[in-house]
């Protein structure tokens, strides 16, 4: 077999797409960024993120449990909606460069170029892009709001040094109006045809928090979680066996 030349990151085995196929996989970011959103949503109104800490710490192991089990389940997906909406201008920018390179004679790349450089200098855009950068560096990126009896209010997003306050925004108000954001500016690059062809809705199924606050359907209460477990044990690694000590 002929050894593979070229960029060892690149995956040979898959074809090269133009335009209109990176626009096409790009609208599955978009699709992933409404997934973590539908968590964030009904994670958010879990008892473990509207209660106080000193509450919570009073409370016995098991509950503690099942608060930071769906601590983490919403953080993750909050950080997962950030990541995947970025990727969405991200992988823009590399569209049209690539377009540019393989139809040097359409000038149209080169007016999407620009126009796409001055959506990166909007205040929404600049904001998906450091709520991303700051979720790797700070997971704790829910905020919670308490009246003077530390009654909880709502969420927010904590305001990023260089950017308007955000603590008066519910959080999942906010997110909704950056997926929006998002979503539009796909289309805005879309082909004609494309725009209706891909759905603007998005329906997911959600597992329950197990500190669920809200209202249940009456056919969800008592409907058991399905759970996985992932281990992270220190185990020995079974040696390789020679090849030659088994001929």
């Avoid at 959103?37 to 993120?49: F, G, P, T």
């Avoid at 601590?71 to 950030?82: D, G, K, M, T």
């Avoid at 950056?178 to 539009?184: H, Q, R």
Wanted: hydrophobic share 35%; with cysteine; proline share 5%.
């Amino acid at each position: 077999m002929k050894q593979r030349l070229g960029n060892k990151l690149k995956m040979p085995d898959l074809p090269e797409q133009d335009f209109v196929d990176a626009l096409s996989e790009i609208w599955f970011q978009i699709s992933f960024a409404a997934y973590h959103m539908a968590y964030v949503r009904v994670y958010s109104q879990s008892d473990a993120l509207r209660t106080a800490v000193k509450l919570l710490r009073e409370q016995d192991q098991d509950v503690r449990d099942h608060v930071q089990t769906d601590i983490v389940i919403c953080r993750s997906h909050l950080a997962a909606f950030f990541w995947h909406l970025e990727h969405v201008f991200e992988a823009l920018r590399t569209a049209i460069t690539r377009g540019q390179k393989e139809h040097a004679g359409e000038k149209y790349f080169w007016t999407y170029e620009k126009h796409l450089d001055q959506i990166e200098q909007l205040a929404l855009r600049k904001e998906i892009r450091d709520y991303r950068n700051m979720g790797h560096q700070n997971p704790a990126i829910i905020g919670s709001k308490w009246d003077g009896d530390e009654r909880f209010l709502h969420h927010f997003l904590p305001t990023i040094s260089e950017h308007q306050p955000r603590e008066d925004v519910e959080m999942n108000t906010r997110l909704q109006e950056y997926f929006e954001f998002g979503a539009n500016v796909w289309l805005e690059f879309a082909p004609g045809d494309f725009k209706e062809k891909f759905p603007r809705d998005f329906r997911f199924p959600v597992t329950v928090p197990y500190l669920f606050g809200g209202e249940l359907p009456k056919e969800l209460k008592g409907v058991p979680q399905l759970q996985v477990s992932v281990e992270s044990y220190n185990r020995e690694i079974p040696e390789t066996e020679d090849p030659h000590d088994a001929a």
